[in-house]
Every structure is written in C-alpha cells, then in structure tokens.
C-alpha cells in the first residue's frame, strides 16, 4: 500500500462521512488490500476477498463516491481488518 492509498483510507474513515473521495481512489485502495474485482452488468462491481464481497454500482456520471458507498466500503475494509 503506498502513500496515495493511506491517504484514501484515513479519508473514508474519517469522520463525517466524505463525499468527496474519487471513486478511482477507493478502487485502487480495495485492489492494493488484495480485492478481486469482478465487473458486473452495467456499472456493478463486485469486490471480493477472503469470502468477504461488497456488491456495488459505480458513481456514475459522477466522478467522487458517494456517501453510502464510504459507508460500504468502511464496513468491508472492516471486516478484512484492515483500518488506520
């Protein structure tokens, strides 16, 4: 994990919830803690690790995920024991 990907991960679980983390960014981080990505249709994402899944649409048009997808993402880095 390096610097940018530390950086996105204090960011989602910093306090209120951010709704200005780029979605690239959050991916990027679920992929360096060892996620699998597998596409979906349309805009699904799935992310899986360790029998852990996060099911999920990607932002779109917008660029920055949204608050409930931090909230998602949290609870599954979480699970995987990977926090700040």
């Given at each position: 994990m390096n610097s940018r990907?530390?950086?996105?991960?204090?960011?989602?679980?910093?306090?209120?919830v951010s709704a200005t983390i780029p979605w690239?960014?959050?991916?990027?981080?679920?992929?360096?803690?060892?996620?699998?990505v597998v596409e979906g249709r349309g805009s699904r994402v799935r992310f899986e690790k360790d029998d852990v899944v996060l099911t999920i649409h990607r932002p779109d048009?917008?660029?920055?995920?949204?608050?409930?997808?931090?909230?998602?993402v949290r609870v599954l880095l979480t699970r995987l024991g990977v926090e700040p």
């Amino acid at each position: 994990m390096n610097s940018r990907h530390r950086r996105t991960l204090i960011a989602i679980f910093r306090d209120p919830v951010s709704a200005t983390i780029p979605w690239v960014d959050v991916e990027a981080l679920l992929i360096a803690v060892g996620c699998r990505v597998v596409e979906g249709r349309g805009s699904r994402v799935r992310f899986e690790k360790d029998d852990v899944v996060l099911t999920i649409h990607r932002p779109d048009p917008a660029k920055e995920a949204r608050r409930y997808h931090i909230r998602d993402v949290r609870v599954l880095l979480t699970r995987l024991g990977v926090e700040p």
